[in-house]
């Protein structure tokens, strides 16, 4: 099985995040990619999507995922055979709007029919816990379960 991460950030925490995920995921094939250099016709039923984002703005996407984002609305895909898995990054600084972005992301996704994997799960910038501490659990738990749902499948 096949690992794309792909992240959505303004100031590099879900970049470097998803680097770490991604070498905690290394033995399996991974891949991490910019939304902004992904485009939703781009999504493969192969693989297993891990979608890292962030907060901004009133409590819209990164800048990264921008575009990705308005894509995703505007072009309706179909998107029923693909699964994804969302960790959210944010700051409940902004209890408003605190990790919309995550939310966001998700909300596209299962518009769009992709199935969801576990939960999404969140990180707080003004908490205790580092980024990773709770991300690298959270994905080996998520990946597990894709596992099993294709050995199921099988
Ligand atoms: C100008 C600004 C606006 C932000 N707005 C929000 C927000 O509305 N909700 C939220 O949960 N976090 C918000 N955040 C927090 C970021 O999402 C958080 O710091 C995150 O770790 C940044 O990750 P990045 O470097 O990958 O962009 C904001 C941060 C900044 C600097």
Do not use: C
């Not at 990264?64 to 898995?85: C, K, N």
């Not at 605190?98 to 908490?127: C, P, W």
């Amino acid at each position: 099985m096949k690992i794309a991460i792909l992240y959505g950030t303004e100031t590099g925490n879900a970049e470097m995040l998803a680097e770490d995920i991604a070498a905690h995921l290394a033995d399996h094939e991974v891949e991490v990619t910019n939304l902004s250099d992904f485009a939703p016709d781009a999504f493969d039923a192969d693989n297993f999507y891990i979608l890292v984002t962030s907060t901004y703005g009133d409590g819209d996407l990164p800048a990264s995922a921008i575009p990705f984002g308005e894509r995703m609305a505007d072009a309706q895909p179909d998107l029923s055979s693909i699964t994804f898995a969302v960790f959210g990054m944010g700051d409940s600084e902004y209890p408003e709007t605190y990790n919309f972005g995550g939310k966001r992301l998700e909300e596209l996704m299962t518009s769009a029919g992709a199935q969801q994997v576990g939960e999404r799960i969140t990180h707080d910038a003004s908490g205790s816990d580092m980024p990773e501490d709770l991300a690298l659990p959270w994905a080996e738990d998520v990946v597990r379960q894709m596992e099993a749902r294709r050995e199921e499948a099988a």
